[in-house]
Structures are given as structure tokens and as C-alpha cells.
């Protein structure tokens, strides 16, 4: 038996220098290439097509010779980034579990293959590395990602990040599945089980978390155990922390830290902030390359340079990513981190998703800013930003800004035109504004997170 240190990593990953990590990095994606080359039918492919060998792709220049693949090649046929384990070895071919990602435009779920392999490294990933994210072995950890009617990233590896660091997880079951059988939870019951639980961490989605929150304030639960709030799943604004911190006091939490995460089913991690604005550090170099991609040409970008996110797998066996563009826009940043001093590389802390920025009658408008805006509104209690056709039965006819607003009791009066104005200020467009009960725009029993901005349009 070999007696050699493992070399899938290094003693406290985020805090080595960048060639050290970049050494590893390079050893790590030339075994990568090699199974991908001969297990994996998409990288495989791509690669003969274009006559490249395991021999080509010796370092991370070298991984530029493989164009970015993309959500739509992925859609169109999953099963074909997915390794086939005939030759690997018992855990690196053993299928532990099938995740699905959400948000394709059929509606259909697409299936992530975890392997013994990719199950163990998550778990070693977050067993090593809480000191990031703050979680402790003592705290019970309440599970608010909805029960769907399929497995989700989040809903399934909650429980996998619990045993990772030993603390305990109560599972809200929040949602709605498309079953007979009645195993989902109310929002009321969630809040009830925090209380009754003495939860010490909220985790969800943000505007689910802060849902509960508001319930938690009109029921009088007592919250006061809970010390930390961890949002993915969308992204939380500036704003939206502020608001979670705000309730958080109002309820005589017993601390109010928000953990901002960044992360996607198809990366297999998350990047997280060491504190506010400090950009989202990967938690995983030694699993996940991450650069930035011009998203036309595919070009590698230099540091600060914004253009789509792509990311690689180092160490993975069940489905993988070479090169894979994951739709949000950003910026990396490799220098040491002001805040923390950590070394791994960084996102910027306000990645956008390409969803964000629509073209509304003829214009390019980031809608994003919006919703930065509305977040900081403290009588509001939920809003969506609808982009539709001036008529339902013609495609063609001119494009339509709409704003659902559901305000806090008594706020109805004056918000409407308040907002319209603020929404021609940032989009120079003339909104219409509806006002809306809030679970008309976010029913927590039946949407796994709120759907910020939503366009209608056919065409």
C-alpha cells in the first residue's frame, strides 16, 4: 500500500499561493482530460473532432484549445456528460445519487450523476473548510429548500453538508410536489418547527427565508436561538441582507450573520463571502477551475474583465464540465483578499444573470438594477418585474414593462406612482403598476423561489 500523502489536494487550500494551487490544478485536469477523453461521450467527441489527445491539455492554457460548451448542449442531451464508469474504479463509477438542476425552458428537470467519488470530495470539501462559511458542530441547521418532485441540489446536498461538519438539520419539507401523497409542509409549519426545534441556522433561498421571517414576526415565534441566516438559490442583494438583518433584530435573533453563497447544481460547490462585498471566494480550487469567457468568441478574460463565468471540473466522475459557461456574468479577482487574506480566487460580488439584461422595445435594459432598488424598499413585501405584449394575441404588438407590487398593510396608498417613478429613473421606460397579495406574486407552497422577472413575450 502506498504510503504517499493524497495529492487531491493541499493542507488549507485557500490560503496557497497561486502557483502552488495552479500546480495542482494542472496535475489534476491532465487525469481529468485523460478519463474525459476516453468515458465521457460530449468532451470525448468534441475533442477527436477538433484532434486533440490527452497530450494537448497539459495545464490550464492549454484548457483554452477546448471551446466552452453551454446550457443549451448540456439540455439537449445530459446523459452525454455523464462519464461512463466501465474501467473506473468501485466508487469512481458507483452512482451515489441523481440530482436535477431547475429552469430549463421545458420545464423539465435535467439529471446530475454523483458519483462515490463526487459524494465523498463534497463532503470532505465542507468537512475542511467551514471556518469559510461559519458553521458549527453544535448548531441544528433548519432546512428550508422546498420538497419538489424531484431532487434538487440544495434540498439533497443540505443534509450532505450537515453530517459533513456534524451538526444536526431539521427539514422544513416546504413546497409542492405533484404527488397524491401529502408529505409537504406549510410555511407556518416551518416556522413552528424552528421555534419548537430552537433552529440555529436558516438555509434557502433568500426570498423564501425571508418569508419566513415575516411569518415568524406576525405569529410572535420565538426565533431567538436562531444566530445565522445562509442564502443561495438567487441572488441576495446588499439590500436584501439588510432586510434579513432588520428582521433578524425585530425577532431578538440571537445574531444576525448572513452568509451570502454562490452556487449551481451543474458546479457541484459554492463560492460564499467572507463578509459583505469581499467577492465570492471558491471554496474549491482543487475541484472546480472557474474563469471568465467572453461569451461570444470564448476567449479567456484577464482578471477584472467582465464577461460569462465558466467553470471546469478537476476531480469529478459522475456527470462533468469542461469549459462549461454557466449563464451569470462577473469578474475574477486571483490577488489576496483585503478582508480575509485568503488566496483562492474570486467572483465579484455582483454577478449578473444574463436573464437579468432584456431587450425591451429595442433597448437593452438591466433589469437587475431594479431589482437591486426594489429590494431596499421596507414596505414591500414582495414585487415581480413582468415584461409582456401590449396584446396577449399579438406577438408583435409593442412591448410592456410591468411591476407587481404586493406593499406591507396600510403602505398601498402613493407606492404605486413612488415606484413608477423610480423604475422610468433606471430604465427609461413608463411602467404599468399592479397591486398584488403577496402570495399572488410568491406562493411558497407552490414556486421553489420567487420569480423575480418574468417575460411573457412569444416572439
Not at 457541484?268 to 462585498?277: P, V, Y
Not at 433606471?426 to 407552497?445: W, Y
Request: neutral net charge.
Amino acid at each position: 500500500m502506498s504510503t504517499h500523502a493524497p495529492t487531491y489536494t493541499l493542507p488549507d487550500v485557500q490560503r496557497q499561493p497561486l502557483e502552488a494551487v495552479r500546480s495542482l490544478q494542472n496535475q489534476l485536469l491532465r487525469r481529468m482530460v485523460e478519463i474525459c477523453y476516453d468515458h465521457h461521450p460530449f468532451y470525448s467527441k468534441l475533442m477527436r473532432e477538433r484532434g486533440l489527445t490527452p497530450a494537448d491539455i497539459q495545464n490550464i492554457d492549454d484548457l483554452q484549445k477546448i471551446p466552452p460548451s453551454s446550457k443549451t448542449d448540456f439540455l439537449a442531451d445530459p446523459e452525454a456528460f455523464r462519464l461512463r464508469p466501465e474501467g473506473l474504479p468501485l466508487a469512481e463509477g458507483t452512482l451515489w445519487k441523481i440530482i436535477y438542476t431547475t429552469g430549463t425552458t421545458t420545464g423539465k428537470p435535467a439529471p446530475i450523476f454523483v458519483t462515490s467519488h463526487d459524494h465523498f470530495a463534497y463532503q470532505d470539501l465542507f468537512r475542511t473548510r467551514q471556518d469559510l462559511i461559519g458553521l458549527r458542530n453544535t448548531d441544528l441547521i433548519a432546512n428550508l429548500f422546498p420538497l419538489t418532485s424531484f431532487p434538487m441540489g440544495a434540498y439533497s446536498r443540505g443534509p450532505d453538508e450537515a453530517a459533513a461538519v456534524g451538526a444536526a438539520m431539521l427539514i422544513a419539507n416546504t413546497g409542492r410536489v405533484d404527488s397524491y401523497y401529502p408529505v409537504n409542509r406549510s410555511v407556518d409549519d416551518a416556522v413552528a418547527s424552528i421555534a419548537r426545534h430552537k433552529a440555529t441556522v436558516l438555509w434557502g433561498v433568500a426570498g423564501f427565508v425571508r418569508r419566513v421571517l415575516l411569518r415568524a414576526a406576525e405569529l410572535s415565534a420565538d426565533f431567538t436561538s436562531v444566530r445565522m441566516v445562509m442564502t443561495t438559490g438567487e441572488a441576495a442583494s446588499p439590500a436584501m441582507r439588510e432586510d434579513l438583518r432588520l428582521r433578524m433584530r425585530n425577532l431578538n435573533c440571537a445574531d444576525t450573520t448572513i452568509v451570502n453563497r454562490y452556487g449551481s447544481t451543474e458546479q457541484g460547490g459554492t463560492m460564499i463571502e467572507c463578509c459583505d462585498g469581499s467577492g465570492f471566494h471558491s471554496s474549491m480550487p482543487d475541484q472546480v477551475f472557474h474563469e471568465v469567457v467572453d461569451a461570444d468568441t470564448g476567449m479567456r478574460l484577464a482578471d477584472g474583465e467582465t464577461g460569462m463565468l465558466a467553470i471546469t471540473h478537476l476531480n469529478r466522475r459522475g456527470t462533468v464540465f469542461l469549459r462549461y459557461k454557466m449563464g451569470d456574468m462577473g469578474a475574477l479577482d486571483h490577488t489576496p483578499c483585503p478582508h480575509c487574506g485568503r488566496t483562492t480566487v474570486r467572483l465579484s460580488s455582483k454577478p449578473v444573470r444574463t436573464g437579468d439584461i432584456i431587450k425591451i422595445k429595442g433597448a437593452l435594459v438591466n433589469l437587475g438594477n431594479l431589482k437591486a432598488e426594489l429590494d431596499k424598499i421596507s414596505e414591500l413585501e414582495e414585487y415581480q418585474i413582468v415584461v409582456t405584449s401590449e396584446s396577449a394575441t399579438d406577438p408583435f404588438s409593442p412591448d410592456v414593462l410591468k411591476v407587481r407590487l404586493a406593499p406591507v398593510s396600510g403602505k398601498e396608498d402613493g407606492i404605486g406612482g413612488e415606484i413608477a417613478a423610480l423604475v422610468t429613473t433606471l430604465t427609461n421606460l413608463r411602467p404599468e403598476i399592479e397591486i398584488a397579495r403577496r402570495d399572488e406574486i410568491f406562493d411558497p407552497v407552490a414556486m421553489a423561489k420567487p420569480k423575480r422577472i418574468v417575460d411573457l413575450r412569444q416572439r
